[in-house]
């Protein structure tokens, strides 16, 4: 694992392990996929993975065929039993648009196809970010994000879940996912 | 639905010596003492974006209607509906009005001081829709049927014993005495809310003017969920919230988080443009931008209009000296701390919070942790003159105290008594009572460099008679209304003054 803090991608990874995010790589397209897998499924247990199959990286990776072909239970955002299903999802699998190296956030533009609620309700979210797709500063990411229309919802997330309003210490996973792992691909 | 009174009160001073002597409330104070210094640093290490910032907010005060409706087409155009709310009435009418077309049984709402402000969660209960807090600390308060006491941290005055307790005792469930269990039982217990709201209600941090982009700032995921799952969002967004740029957020968004809670970003933010769009499966299918002026406007043009640069960061009660003792209930207003103390008159046009500029000293910490260089303590200073006076604070874009304030550059500049103009000696129209001559005689005297030398003998022999060996007097006769709650020291054997002359003469070296 790389933690070079003068490459945006070494300070990245700095970031997102004091954000409470697990790290993988920067590692290769065809290893970043196989980790991919591996994770959705130890976080599944026999629960559904939830994967928004127009998402670019999965598109990508071709984590359907892959994740398919392991017998993973999967739940697409085009089943109609989506809504009903996601709660009960254990983990979401996305990519994101672009990763800030400074903050370690990374944000996720929603669309057609990409749900807002894929990262967000199901309790594990495992994130791919591209190694192309991160920049120095939030803004960076911002001229980014705003150099084409921006989408209905764009989510920027840091880490798991958490409050601080319990006497002022940090809880994790309150409302949204507890456990946030990156998984970052050369590309 | 009545609220459980946490400092009891009828007036500023004896809310606080409740406080003052609630034993559990101190302790749940204490938490607050990490964010003492975060502002600070942020001041010292991020100078320029503080002042980037500062103009970012000043820049569109000095044209906030031409803002606001380019912030309105542009909603517009991304499939929003916009609404215009003068007064929180308005704004009740509006989400109401929503909710019964919508056939709205639950709402789901994040936390938003603006929708504390119009007093929405009540209204909505009233009416018969079910209103639930999502933000976990605005849960515990809504609960507890009680009122957030800071706008970051709602439950900063309850231990976690008190909080525990409370949720017991709504819900019958058996929680532990422990952070994360009581985290776990509340991600289930709020989660079953969620998937049943029809509407969603937040607020916003701010607003594009260009994009017409909503955003919302939170740690827990809570502001997400809102604008996901529910069919139906509603933004109350008071209308000093707009940006001209969407990419003003790159400035203010990291500014805003650094001075709220100490962290380089929050851990979501979510920008909102427009409701779901076709072939999306989650998100919104309306989505209502409710546009809150309530006396707002009435501020621009106006020496006051500084305030509505306010980001709501939380920053001034953090290093107050007077919020952090006191909390934010001992207020009886929405917005504590400095900045309520300033807001608070101001919107009810002075009918509210007529004693909070008072309840300061005047140390200027406020102004100095503001993110956005809001002169805090100066106006304090202004709206005690002009609360004295009978008739409405602002009138038309016609205050009585207009003039713009000087430039500062070291504190005590821009108080008008720094430049011999003590305020309460100002002698128009004022009932000639002893109290006012006293006050009159003492500015006169201080004036004079003689004058204060003098006083400050006099001072020195009269303390040793009416204090004798005690270094603090208490219940100084005739003084009882000022030194029954604060102590009154006993003035130095020899003053600075003669010290230094001392020092200068080589008599003594120190």
């Not at chain 2, 740029?245 to 979510?270: E, H, I, K, W």
Request: proline content about 7%; hydrophobic content about 40%; aromatic content about 4%.
């Amino acid at each position: 694992m790389s933690t070079d803090p003068v490459s945006p991608v070494g300070a990245l990874v700095d970031a997102l392990v004091e954000n409470r995010c697990t790290v993988h790589g920067p590692m290769s397209a065809e290893d970043g996929a196989a980790r991919v897998v591996e994770l959705a499924l130890e976080r599944a247990g026999s629960a559904a993975i939830a994967l928004p199959l127009r998402d670019p990286a999965v598109v990508w990776l071709e984590l359907e065929s892959r994740l398919g072909a392991a017998d993973a239970r999967l739940l697409h955002p085009d089943d109609p039993g989506w809504r009903h299903g996601l709660p009960n999802a254990a983990v979401g699998v996305t990519g994101c648009v672009v990763a800030v190296a400074a903050t370690g956030n990374f944000a996720i533009a929603a669309g057609p196809g990409c749900p807002r609620a894929t990262s967000l309700v199901p309790p594990a979210h495992v994130c791919v970010i591209r190694t192309g797709d991160v920049v120095a500063t939030f803004a960076d990411a911002i001229t980014r994000v705003a150099s084409a229309p921006l989408p209905s919802a764009l989510s920027w997330i840091g880490g798991p879940s958490r409050t601080s309003d319990l006497e002022m210490r940090t809880t994790f996973g309150v409302h949204g996912p507890k456990t946030v792992d990156t998984v970052l691909v050369d590309g | 639905m009545s609220h459980h009174v946490v400092t009891p009160g009828d007036t500023f001073d004896e809310r606080a010596r409740s406080a003052i002597a609630d034993p559990e409330l101190q302790r749940a104070l204490h938490n607050l003492d990490q964010r003492l210094f975060t502002a600070r640093e942020v001041a010292r290490r991020h100078g320029e974006l503080k002042d980037r910032a500062a103009a970012i907010r000043r820049e569109v005060l000095t044209d906030l209607d031409s803002w606001l409706g380019r912030a309105t087409r542009s909603l517009e155009a991304a499939g929003a509906t916009v609404h215009r709310a003068p007064t929180p009435e308005d704004a009740r009418r509006v989400v109401l009005d929503i909710a019964r077309r919508e056939d709205v049984a639950t709402v789901v709402k994040s936390k938003s001081m603006a929708t504390e402000e119009v007093d929405l969660g009540d209204a909505l209960e009233a009416a018969g829709v079910r209103s639930v807090e999502t933000d976990l600390g605005e849960y515990i308060v809504q609960v507890a049927a009680e009122r957030p006491s800071h706008m970051i941290t709602p439950a900063i005055h309850k231990t976690l014993g008190q909080i525990r307790d409370v949720l017991v005792a709504s819900s019958g469930d058996d929680i532990p005495v422990d952070r994360d269990g009581i985290t776990d039982w509340a991600r289930r217990r709020l989660r079953t809310d969620f998937l049943v709201a029809d509407m969603a209600v937040t607020g916003a941090n701010f607003l594009a003017a260009d994009t017409g982009t909503i955003v919302l700032v939170t740690n827990e995921g809570n502001g997400r969920l809102c604008t996901t799952l529910p069919r139906v969002h509603v933004a109350m967004v008071p209308v000093e919230k707009v940006v001209p740029r969407f990419t003003d957020v790159a400035t203010l968004l990291p500014l805003l988080t650094m001075t709220a809670t100490g962290q380089r970003l929050t851990n979501y933010l979510s920008m909102i443009t427009g409701p779901r769009r076709d072939g999306e499966v989650d998100g919104p299918e309306q989505l209502h931008v409710v546009l809150l002026d309530h006396n707002r406007t009435a501020l621009l043009g106006t020496a006051y209009e500084e305030m509505l640069a306010c980001i709501r960061c939380g920053a001034c009660l953090n290093v107050c000296p007077v919020y952090r003792k006191v909390s934010g209930h001992a207020y009886d207003a929405v917005y504590s701390g400095p900045m309520g103390k300033v807001l608070t008159p101001l919107l009810s046009q002075g009918a509210e919070g007529g004693d909070l500029p008072g309840a300061s000293t005047l140390c200027g910490a406020c102004t100095d942790a503001c993110p956005v260089e809001i002169p805090l303590a100066d106006l304090l200073v202004r709206l005690r003159a002009d609360l004295r006076e009978a008739g409405p604070l602002v009138g038309a874009r016609a205050p009585r105290t207009n003039e713009p304030l000087p430039p500062r550059t070291h504190p005590g500049d821009g108080f008008p008594w720094a430049a011999g103009r003590a305020p309460l000696a100002t002698p128009a129209r004022r009932r000639l009572t002893a109290r006012a001559v006293g006050f009159d005689a003492w500015a006169r005297v201080w004036a004079m460099p003689k004058g204060y030398r003098m006083s400050n003998t006099l001072a020195r022999m009269l303390g040793r008679v009416l204090w004798g060996d005690d270094r603090y007097a208490v219940n100084v006769t005739g003084m009882r209304g000022w030194t029954r709650s604060r102590d009154l020291p006993l003035p130095a054997p020899r003053s600075f003054r003669d010290r230094w002359r001392a020092r200068e003469l080589g008599l003594e070296r120190w």
